[in-house]
Structures are given as C-alpha cells and as structure tokens.
C-alpha cells in the first residue's frame, strides 16, 4: 500500500506513530517504541494502543476533528494556498501546536 503523505503522530512531544494517506484511504500505526512504553497513552480513545495498523477510506474522525473550523480555516487555506477540502493537507501545516496533547508534523523530529 503506497503512502501518497506522511504525518508524524506526537503525544507529549514523543512521537506515537505514522498516519498516511494511502490510495485506499488512510491508515495509523503506532510507532513499536512507544507500544512497548507502558507510560505512554494512546492518541486518542477511537485508536487504543495496538500492534496492527487501523485503516479508514475518510480521515480519522479524531485527527479531523483537530483541523481548525470556520474563519480560521479559511486563513489557513489562504495562507499556505490549500484547498479547504483538503483535509490532510490542512492537519500537516496546522494542527504542530493543537489544543491538547496530540500534534502532528510534517517530519520526524
């Protein structure tokens, strides 16, 4: 399965998994270090920590849902010139610093 773009999945500023957009849809996977930290929690509770891959043909309502709404949508698309549709596109250059404790990257850091 081909990953068209990666996003890095931090909880607490330690990285947590990968979420791609696949031809197929979508997938999360859990990063194998943090599944062994039994300190770490997991993302979200729609995604407990777990070995096997989750797959969806939309965006995962959780990482949909930390995409900014209304006007600040639309300074976002303006300003980085993304269709608003674009929902993967939008969390990459939007969601680094989110309220709560997950944030997404464009890269591993």
């Given at each position: 399965m081909a990953a068209y773009r990666t996003?890095?999945?931090?909880v607490r500023d330690k990285f947590a998994g990968y979420l791609k957009e696949?031809?197929?849809?979508?997938?999360?996977?859990y990063d194998q270090e943090f599944l062994m930290d039994e300190s770490s929690s997991h993302v979200s509770l729609t995604l407990?920590?777990?070995?096997?891959p989750y797959t969806s043909k939309t965006l995962f309502a959780f990482f949909d849902g930390l995409i900014p709404e209304g006007w600040?949508?639309?300074v976002v698309s303006r300003n980085w010139k993304i269709?608003?549709?674009d929902r993967f596109g939008i969390?990459?250059?939007?969601?680094h610093d989110?309220?709560?404790n997950v944030s997404i990257r464009e890269e591993k850091v």
């Amino acid at each position: 399965m081909a990953a068209y773009r990666t996003a890095y999945v931090y909880v607490r500023d330690k990285f947590a998994g990968y979420l791609k957009e696949t031809e197929e849809g979508y997938s999360f996977a859990y990063d194998q270090e943090f599944l062994m930290d039994e300190s770490s929690s997991h993302v979200s509770l729609t995604l407990p920590k777990r070995e096997e891959p989750y797959t969806s043909k939309t965006l995962f309502a959780f990482f949909d849902g930390l995409i900014p709404e209304g006007w600040l949508l639309n300074v976002v698309s303006r300003n980085w010139k993304i269709d608003a549709r674009d929902r993967f596109g939008i969390l990459l250059v939007a969601c680094h610093d989110p309220i709560g404790n997950v944030s997404i990257r464009e890269e591993k850091v």
